[in-house]
Each structure stands twice: as structure tokens, then as C-alpha cells.
């Protein structure tokens, strides 16, 4: 069976008999040597940098992709860890595997509308928010979907396009929740308008098209919904007249 992300098994396959590459991980703590996180750390610099030799096997950085199997995969990628070495263990020895998948809003939907259909107004607390995008969920717009037929369509005309596939019998939700207060923890927390804790997120996502599938937000949306959020912390007072505009303008670049 082709595998779902067929850059990443031909990769992994290669590290796993390469003792130099895969004791690159022992940079990491304990919790966090996993193999997403080595790949997490070289698919940052090729996002930083995607005209190296090396994208040009990952199919989010080129148009025409060289294949998995293709014998110079390996050398080529030892190379590029080689290269950047410093940068790569410091990343290892720093970061975490953190991703941030609105998709899932569509399944918490019609929970959080059922406690509010019996409760009122509800207040999210987020525990593993990552950058907080799931606690936006009134900002999304929903579709769902069963043997494709559309069945309920819920939220505001929105950058943020989120479609679920209905499979048996279960509750959907009929309108939005009104939400009163959002919290997020997280042991790090991301902060979308930091371009290069944005770009990590980015590169947590693996690069091959089957497995980026289930992301709902195209890179363009995320910055849209971020820049409505700054927006609000503006209205709010919570962001300076500064503030507001540097993380602004550092998003807008980023369009
Ligand atoms: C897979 S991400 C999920 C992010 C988000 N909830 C989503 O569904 O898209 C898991 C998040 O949990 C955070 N995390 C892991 N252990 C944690 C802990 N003990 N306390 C708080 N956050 C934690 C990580 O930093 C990461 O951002």
C-alpha cells in the first residue's frame, strides 16, 4: 500500500540505518525525540530557504517534485543536516512537535452547541492550545457534509472554510454557540503574529499533499484570522497603538 506520506516513510527509512541522523534526536529531551520533531526542524529551514537542492523533493515547496525513491533523497538530506547542524540541534534542543488543526473545530461544534442549548453562554478553556486557533471557532464557517449533500451550514461568511463528512447518526449543531471567554494554556504557546513561531507551526505539517489534506486553513486564512484576533485585542485595549501595528504589519508581510 502507498503510504500516506511518501516523503517522510522514504526518509525515515533512511535515518533509521544512519546512526549520525537519528542520534540527532538524543539533542532533544527525553519526551520529545520523535522522529516528527528532526523532520519539524529541517522542513523549518527549507521553508526559510526552499530554493536548497533538498526542496525539491517536498511537494508544499515545489511545483514539480522529485520522487521519494529517488537514490539521491538520502545523501542529499544528510547533506542539508550537515550544513546546518548548529541551527538543527539548537532547534531539536528547543522546540516541540506543536500543531494547530481548526479541522477538529468541526467535531467540537456540535458538543460545545449542546452544552450551550442547555446551559447558555459558554466559557472555552483551551488546555493544549498550541496558537489558540480552536478557541476562534465562532469565527469559522462550517459545512457539513453527508454522502455529499450539504446538511447544515453555520458561522460567518469567513476566510476560514471548515467541511465535515457526516458518517451515521449524531447531533449537528444548528447555529453557533455564544461564547462569553476563551483561555488557552499551553505548555508553549505560539504566537501567530511571531513570524518565526508561525513558520514552525508550518513546518510541524508534513510536506506531502495526502497528509496535508485534513488541514482545513491554508496558510493565507490563518494569517486573516490572526489579523482579525490583533484586531480585536486592539478594540479591546489590550494591544498598544505600537504593538498593534508592529505584529500587524509583521503579519501583512507575511500575506
Ligand atoms: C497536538 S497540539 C494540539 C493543538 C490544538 N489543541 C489543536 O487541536 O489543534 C498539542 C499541544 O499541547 C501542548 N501541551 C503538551 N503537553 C502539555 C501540558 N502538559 N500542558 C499544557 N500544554 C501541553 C503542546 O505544547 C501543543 O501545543
Redesign the pocket.
Known sequence: MEPRAPLYAALAAGIAGDRALHGLLLHAPPEQRLPVLLFAAVHDLLLANPSHPLAQWYPNLTDHHRSPSDSALLATFAAFVDDHAPTITATLSSR?V????VG?TGLLLPALALVANEFGELGLL?????AG??LFLDRYHFTYWTHGNKIADIGPASSVQVDVDVRGIGPIAEALPPIASRCG????PIDVTDPSAARWLEACVWPDPAARAPRATPAPATIEASLRRLKALHDEGILTDDEYETKRKALADQL
Open positions: 516541540s506543536q500543531t494547530n488543526e477538529r483551551d488546555v493544549g492550545t498550541s486557533l480552536t494554556i499551553d505548555l508553549h
